[in-house]
Structures are given as structure tokens and as C-alpha cells.
């Protein structure tokens, strides 16, 4: 069965760090591409990173502040969030890309919630 | 930056035809995907490239895209159809994947 799952979210202050992880299985993860995409409490989809074998893009609203990377043989997916901020409080969930830009299968999700 | 706008809500009786719009500027000569996302659950996708369906999304839902205007039809709504539905595309010019605000179907 093909499945991502997102670990690492949780409390964290302004100002501070999380470290997101996207564990997958059920397909050769190195063959694809990979997103982040966060949501807001009751609010819309927010596009965060995306990454594939050599390439990797970031909304401006994290650039210099989040890093996306794949250890390919972890089969895994990872969003390293710094300097956090009140607006980042969100679920994020990792996508697998389908033929580049489409997202064919999102994990659950993972709760991040930034406030002292 | 690229901007794509969905109505907040639909709301359509069952059996109905149900159809969600997502305007952007010469979205035609961009791919568009739909996502479909129940209360409390991940999205899934229901189209991609404008109008291809994956394996065990129902017939009733197809898409269409020209001009200005991609939109997602939804023929004999059911109650289960119920959820936010999100247009996507990638905008080449800034290397960003943007997302339409979302459109609540009520059935």
C-alpha cells in the first residue's frame, strides 16, 4: 500500500525550530517528486516546498527560513522549519508529485502550532 | 504572482449538476488539477490535467479548462460529494505551485 506519514509536529515558540519528517512507503521513492502543503485552522491550502532529485522550490513566505530535503535511502522526506512564527501554525502534510505538479497521494498530516 | 479564484461556496440539491469555477489569468494554457478535501481528512485529487479522472474517482466528476476559466462538474451530486474543493496550477514564471481559496459544496 502506498502511504506517507508525517511525524514531528508539535509546540514550538517564536522564533524557534521543528523538524518535519514524511516516512513513505509502497513505491520507489526515489522515482518521484515530493511537496509540502500547509493549511491554517479553517483556512485554505498554502503551498510550502517542492523537491525532486536535484531541484528545490519554496514559497516566498519560508524561503531562508525552511529547508527541504529526501534521504532517498530512508525512503523519506523532511521540512527543517526555523525561525518560526505565528502564521506558520498549521497541519502539514507531505504529497507525492504526479507528473511533476500534481500531488496523487498526501500523508495525514501533522499538527504544527507556534506560540509562547 | 499568479492568482486563482474559486467562489466560496456551491451548494446544489442531490442529483444536481454541480459546477465550481477557477478563474485566473489565461489558466487555459496551464495544467489544472482538482482537489477534493472532507471535513478533517487530507485532499485527494479527483482531476488532473485539466480533465483526466484517477482510477476510483467516480465518472460523475470531469473537468474543463480554456480561456480564463478552468471548472470542475459534478453530475448527480450526492450527499457524499460534500467537501472543499481546491483548484491548483503551476505558475512557470515564478516556479510556484498556487492554489484557488477553496469552494465549500453543500449538498
Known amino acids: 500500500e502506498v502511504q506517507l506519514v508525517e511525524s514531528g509536529g508539535g509546540l514550538a515558540q517564536p522564533g524557534g525550530s521543528l523538524r518535519l519528517s514524511c516516512a513513505t512507503s509502497g513505491f520507489t521513492f526515489s522515482n518521484y517528486e515530493f511537496n509540502w502543503v500547509r493549511q491554517a485552522p479553517g483556512k485554505g491550502l498554502e503551498w510550502v516546498s517542492y523537491i525532486s532529485r536535484s531541484t528545490i522550490f519554496y514559497a516566498d513566505s519560508v524561503k531562508g527560513r525552511f529547508t527541504t530535503s529526501r534521504d532517498n535511502a530512508k525512503n523519506s522526506l523532511y521540512l527543517q522549519m526555523n525561525s518560526l512564527r505565528a502564521d506558520d501554525t498549521a497541519i502539514y502534510y507531505c504529497?507525492?508529485?504526479?507528473?511533476?505538479?500534481?500531488?496523487?497521494?498526501w500523508g495525514q498530516g501533522t499538527m504544527v502550532t507556534v506560540s509562547s | 504572482s499568479y492568482v486563482l479564484t474559486q467562489p466560496p461556496s456551491v451548494s446544489v440539491a442531490p442529483g444536481e449538476t454541480a459546477r465550481i469555477a477557477c478563474v485566473g489569468n489565461?489558466?487555459?494554457?496551464?495544467?489544472v488539477h482538482w482537489y477534493q478535501q472532507k471535513a478533517g481528512q487530507a485532499p485527494v485529487v479527483v482531476i488532473y490535467y485539466d480533465s483526466d479522472r484517477p482510477s476510483g474517482i467516480p465518472e460523475r466528476f470531469s473537468g474543463s479548462n480554456s480561456g480564463n476559466t478552468a471548472t470542475l462538474t459534478i453530475i448527480r451530486v450526492e450527499a457524499g460529494d460534500e467537501a472543499v474543493y481546491f483548484c491548483q496550477v503551476w505558475d512557470t514564471n515564478t516556479d510556484h505551485v498556487v492554489f484557488g481559496g477553496g469552494t465549500k459544496l453543500t449538498v
Open positions: 504529497a507525492r508529485g504526479f507528473g511533476g505538479f500534481a500531488f496523487d497521494i
Open positions: 489565461n489558466v487555459g494554457s496551464k495544467s
